[in-house]
């Protein structure tokens, strides 16, 4: 599976010093889980959570997911020896929070592979402080040679530094989703959804997944797994969605239609730009069912 196709509805946080939850994890439906070192882990029990992770990746159990730890900062006493061992862990990709600017790219990039990293290693990081949005172009832009594939909205800590409020709307974080969106996409990025705090409100909780749907990003990352199945049904095609490709592939297909550049499927304008979005929207659907 390409990393581009690989489906990352639903990303599930959990903190490191929860075994119940790592263990818990290996049969939740989630796409990917996120094993939390960072804000999730008080500093006291860092290094007890760390070994924890470490443990749970090692034994393995957890199938198709894919697997990706979240280390601390590298200005913080951990953030090195959680790089390290992340490094070799057996994880698809190691999470590094509050970058700022290209050079964290690079070195993060550079630190996986002195730790022995293997090239397919990926990096991911969150876009979750006020510089990492004024440089998101650079920082995106550093992703030609390096290990970084993903972008991971992180609107707790941007509401924070902004001091804006998390209204329903998600006014005060426009500018930043959209530029993260774009950015990723004009260097073939992954982009993740920032998390959503109220675990209760069912509505609100999919009014969001829909809006950060609509925004473009690949999926959302969750904090509980009562959030699981609404993230895994509004980021995956819907079934009208895969029929619409379908015809649209067929349509041009057919050699009655050779050398067109527009057609008209099913009553809509459609180009040869919509083919090759109706081969992704094909190519994510297949990848999902082949995650059952
Ligand atoms: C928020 C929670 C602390 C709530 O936990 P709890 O009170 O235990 O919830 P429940 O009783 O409803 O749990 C029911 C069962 O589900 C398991 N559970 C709960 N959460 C998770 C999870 N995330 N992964 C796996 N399993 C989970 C419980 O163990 C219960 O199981 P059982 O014993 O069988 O009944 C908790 O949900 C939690 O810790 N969530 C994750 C928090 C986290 O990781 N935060 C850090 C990432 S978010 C962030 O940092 C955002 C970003 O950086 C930004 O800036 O925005
Ligand atoms: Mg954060």
């Not at 960072?38 to 957890?62: F, H, S």
């Amino acid at each position: 599976m390409s990393t581009q196709h690989r489906p990352r509805r639903s990303c599930l946080y959990m903190p490191g010093a929860n075994t119940r939850a790592l263990e818990k994890a290996r049969d939740l439906p989630a796409d990917t889980l996120i094993l939390d070192l960072e804000d999730a882990v008080a500093p006291d029990a860092k290094e007890e959570a760390r070994a924890a992770i470490l443990a749970a990746v090692k034994a393995g159990g957890y199938g198709k997911r894919e697997i990706v730890i979240r280390m601390n900062g590298l200005d913080t006493p951990w953030g090195h020896d959680d790089l390290k061992a992340i490094a070799t862990s057996g994880a698809h990709a190691v999470l590094a929070p509050k970058v700022t600017g290209h050079r964290d790219i690079e070195r993060l990039s550079t630190l996986l592979k002195e730790a022995g990293a293997s090239d397919t290693m990926a990096l991911w990081v969150m876009i979750e402080t006020p510089l990492a949005i004024l440089n998101i172009k650079d920082i995106a832009a550093a992703s030609i040679g390096t290990h970084l594939t993903t972008f991971v909205m992180g609107t707790n800590d941007l509401a924070k530094e902004y001091r804006a409020r998390m209204t329903p709307d998600r006014l005060a974080f426009q500018t930043a989703l959209q530029l993260s969106i774009a950015a990723a996409r004009a260097y073939g990025l992954v982009a993740i959804d920032g998390v959503y705090n109220d675990i209760k409100n069912e509505n609100g909780f999919r009014d969001e997944c829909e809006q950060g749907r609509d925004l473009g990003f690949d999926g959302k990352t969750l904090i509980h797994p009562s959030q699981l199945e609404e993230a895994n049904r509004i980021f995956a095609p819907s079934h009208h969605d895969v029929e619409q490709a379908k015809a649209v592939i067929e349509a041009f297909a057919d050699p009655a239609n050779a050398g067109k550049g527009v057609l008209k499927v099913n009553g809509k304008m459609t180009e040869l730009l919509h083919l090759e979005e109706a081969r992704r929207t094909v190519e994510m659907d297949e990848a999902i069912r082949a995650l059952a």
